[in-house]
Each structure stands twice: as structure tokens, then as C-alpha cells.
T-cell receptor, first 110, second 119 residues
Framework: RKEVEQDPGPFNVPEGATVAFNCTYSNSASQSFFWYRQDCRKEPKLLMSVYSSGNEDGRFTAQLNRASQYISLLIRDSKLSDSATYLCVVTRGGADGLTFGKGTHLIIQP | DAGVIQSPRHEVTEMGQEVTLRCKPISGHDYLFWYRQTMMRGLELLIYFNNNVPIDDSGMPEDRFSAKMPNASFSTLKIQPSEPRDSAVYFC?????????????????FGDGTRLSIL
């Protein structure tokens, strides 16, 4: 089983709709979780951290389910500019690099 | 405020040649990471340094790859000899101390990447 798994998509979603996607991780010792966004031919950029109690940043909501070992990202009122690849990122914490999922490709259509 | 600076942005070379990728991390960041991204394998961590010392190089594909960090402001990733399967985008990233507790939210800042094509 891969350490971090995501549905690659693409998710084709009309503008203004709500879209959600999940990411599963295999290592139960994982401690820190993030969503990164990567635009075509650009570098990944941190979108938001994921806290165990769930957290919201504007139109974006991230949730963590430790029992089932998955994290989710919900985007409300989607904009054309939300079109990108969303990378799920997991780390065991401490002196450790990040483990990236392969990303979910999101296309917001006008 | 300068971010992570990588050079070159693009590199096209013939197989067998030596390739050197360069990275300047954000000043004050004590962690530096090298990643490789391909369509097939996604983003893979190759090696990372803490305070210029290599901590984990288990992601380095083979002996043809080597990385150094001679000082806090410079790192290189070298491939010798290069092969077509090394073609990828290579990212360098830096961050401050990761050890900020279980909910560490110190982001890694990525450079623009080097697009490497080995013919």
C-alpha cells in the first residue's frame, strides 16, 4: 500500500459548486498533515495545515480522521482560479521530510 | 523577500554528461530538501539536510546521485553520469525547524524547480 494515496482525478466541477476530495495515509504514526497546491508547471505551495479538530480558511475546510487515516479538503463556491493539483502531504513530525501524494487534479469549468 | 532560488531553470543535456543543480535556501532556514517530480512517481523526497548535515538520503536513487551542502546558503545536487530516466523536475525546498510539536505547521518553501531533460 502506498504511503499516501489520492484519487488523481481529474475532477471537473462547475464554477460555484462545492467539491471535496480525500487522501488516505498508511502510517498510523503520522503526526502532521497539510494540503499543498500546485499550478501547472509551478512549484508546490502550502495551502493549509490540517488540524485534528478540523480547520477552515475562507472557502477551504480541511479535516482529519485519525481512526480511518484520511484527510479531506472541501472547497466551497469554487472559482476558476481554484483549478490546480492539490497535494496531500503527511509527515511523521520531528526531523522528517514530507511525504507527498501524487495529487488530485481539479478543473473548475465556467 | 527572496525565496528559494534554484538554477538553472532548464537544463537539456546528453546522456552520460554530468549535471549539477544548485539551490540557495531562504536565509535563516536550517532545513533543506531536494525533491524530484515526474508524472509517473509524483513528488519524491531525495535527500534532506539539517544545519548543512545530510540527515536522510534514503530517497537518492543510486550512486550516480550525490548532494552536498557546503554552507548554510548553498546546496548542490549532482548526477554523474546522467541517464534519460533522470529527466524530471527537481525541486529544492527549505524550512525552519520542523520540531515544533505534533501539529507542526512550518511550511516548506519550494524553489521554482529545474526542468531537466536528458537526451
Amino acid at each position: 500500500r502506498k504511503e499516501v494515496e489520492q484519487d488523481p482525478g481529474p475532477f471537473n466541477v462547475p464554477e460555484g459548486a462545492t467539491v471535496a476530495f480525500n487522501c488516505t495515509y498508511s502510517n498510523s504514526a503520522s503526526q502532521s498533515f497539510f494540503w499543498y497546491r500546485q499550478d501547472c508547471r509551478k512549484e508546490p505551495k502550502l495551502l493549509m495545515s490540517v488540524y485534528s479538530s478540523g480547520n477552515e480558511d475562507g472557502r477551504f475546510t480541511a479535516q482529519l480522521n485519525r481512526a480511518s487515516q484520511y484527510i479531506s479538503l472541501l472547497i466551497r463556491d469554487s472559482k476558476l482560479s481554484d483549478s490546480a493539483t492539490y497535494l496531500c502531504v503527511v509527515t511523521r513530525g520531528g526531523a522528517d521530510g514530507l511525504t507527498f501524494g501524487k495529487g488530485t487534479h481539479l478543473i473548475i469549468q465556467p | 523577500d527572496a525565496g528559494v532560488i534554484q538554477s538553472p531553470r532548464h537544463e537539456v543535456t546528453e546522456m552520460g554528461q554530468e549535471v549539477t543543480l544548485r539551490c540557495k535556501p531562504i536565509s535563516g532556514h536550517d532545513y533543506l530538501f531536494w525533491y524530484r517530480q515526474t508524472m509517473m512517481r509524483g513528488l519524491e523526497l531525495l535527500i534532506y539536510f539539517n544545519n548543512n548535515v545530510p540527515i536522510d538520503d534514503s530517497g537518492m536513487p543510486e550512486d550516480r546521485f550525490s548532494a552536498k551542502m557546503p554552507n548554510a546558503s548553498f546546496s548542490t545536487l549532482k548526477i554523474q553520469p546522467s541517464e534519460p530516466r533522470d529527466s524530471a523536475v527537481y525541486f529544492c525546498a527549505s524550512s525552519s525547524d520542523l520540531r515544533t510539536g505534533p501539529y507542526s505547521n512550518q511550511p516548506q518553501h519550494f524553489g521554482d524547480g529545474t526542468r531537466l531533460s536528458i537526451l
